[in-house]
């Protein structure tokens, strides 16, 4: 009796580390599965992004009327101009150490509730609205040589906005 006793017991262990074994490959196949699903999420949207960036080349490539076999290489020069000052910003009381603050330009508008809580002040941003409306302007110019321009053409995008600093984006295309 009871060696039946010790080997029912030894066949209830062995069936629980089956058991145990078992949900663990399950979960392992769900992790899989799930991370695959991503993967296939990003390389889906990654597809989707290269194609909007092929598309506006194209897109400037037809508006200069070029056929462009291979881009080379985008030249950027951005700049981008950073105010750090003390600003007073128009605040409305709202209760008890509660406040609505409110900020703005003509190309931009920020709102944030500020609450005082022992020595800590959190701000929640309620809205920030930035228009900023631009103006794009594409326009080819032959390269200087000997003080005349009949070198090859170079080929310039500028963006003009309303609010902020200009940039100048000059594109080499290779044709073939």
Request: positive net charge; hydrophobic residues 40%; proline residues 1%.
């Amino acid at each position: 009796m009871l060696i039946l006793a010790w080997q029912g017991l030894q066949l209830k262990n062995k069936l629980d580390k089956a058991r145990t074994e078992i949900e663990r490959l399950k979960d392992n196949q769900v992790q899989l599965l799930a991370a695959r699903a991503q993967d296939q999420t990003l390389i889906l949207t990654q597809r989707e992004l290269t194609g909007k960036v092929l598309a506006e080349r194209d897109s400037l490539a037809k508006a200069l009327q070029i056929r462009p076999k291979e881009v080379i290489r985008y030249v950027d020069r951005v700049i981008i101009e950073t105010i750090r000052d003390t600003v007073e910003v128009e605040s409305t009381f709202l209760q008890n150490m509660t406040w609505h603050l409110t900020d703005g330009d003509k190309c931009w508008r920020w709102e944030a509730d500020a609450k005082l809580n022992d020595l800590d002040l959190d701000v929640n941003r309620t809205l920030f609205d930035y228009r900023n409306k631009s103006t794009e302007v594409y326009w080819w110019q032959r390269r200087r040589f000997l003080g005349l321009r009949i070198g090859r053409k170079d080929y310039y995008q500028r963006v003009l906005p309303e609010c902020g600093d200009i940039s100048t984006r000059s594109i080499e295309i290779r044709k073939r």
